[in-house]
């Protein structure tokens, strides 16, 4: 890296992991980790030539206003947002669109810039980008897409010297798969509310 970007790779890490924790409680100040998390990695990401992942960040702040937005049109207690699952149908077309898009953006960055690892981080880049959308509508799969896409970022980041990010990846992990089972639980408690 050519700046010294170590303390506030600390801090758009601790932040990272603030806005998952947060988003698992379904809590809206998830997005204001988010938001600041993601300003700090624009500039990260350009620095060790990760360019789709710092176009990404740019995405993830302006989906961090869309989703406190959204979260908010259920007030305070998020009551009015409940979350909800997609149709197999949803998820494939969302599937064969990330991967549409990565393999166009993996070729044009391979073959016009130095980006390292062009299609892996397209693909990451794309798939984030399709599932903050899934969050920010509380769909209970987003979860899953998000354990394989923070697999595939863990190596990215460890291949680019940013040990912290790649820790925090592997935090967000198992916060990931922790998210899925208790989304699903409420899920699971918000539909007998319904039912009965």
């Not at 932040?15 to 700090?40: D, E, H, K, P, V």
């Not at 049109?73 to 998820?91: L, P, Y």
């Not at 669109?97 to 166009?104: D, G, K, N, Q, S």
Request: some cysteine; proline content about 1%; aromatic content about 16%.
């Amino acid at each position: 890296m050519g700046f010294d970007w170590v303390n506030l790779e600390t801090l758009a890490v601790a932040l990272g992991i603030g806005y998952l924790l947060l988003a698992m409680r379904q809590n809206s100040l998830c997005w204001y980790c988010a938001f600041f998390s993601t300003a700090i990695y624009v500039f990260i990401f350009g620095d060790v030539s990760l360019y789709m992942e710092s176009a990404l960040n740019v995405y993830y702040m302006a989906m961090a206003i869309y989703g406190w937005l959204q979260w908010q049109k259920g007030g305070v207690d998020q009551s009015g947002v409940t979350i909800i699952r997609w149709t197999a149908k949803q998820h494939s077309a969302g599937i064969l669109v990330i991967l549409a898009a990565t393999l166009m953006s993996g070729y044009l960055l391979s073959e016009n810039t130095d980006a390292r690892l062009p299609y892996l981080d397209s693909f990451t880049t794309w798939g984030s980008v399709f599932t903050t959308v899934m969050v920010a509508r509380k769909v209970l799969e987003n979860w899953l897409y998000w354990i394989v896409i923070n697999s595939v970022s863990i190596y990215l980041y460890i291949d680019r010297d940013l040990d912290q990010t790649a820790a925090m990846f592997v935090v967000y992990l198992v916060l990931s798969a922790l998210g899925y089972v208790a989304w699903k639980k409420n899920y699971v408690a918000q539909n007998r509310e319904f039912i009965t």
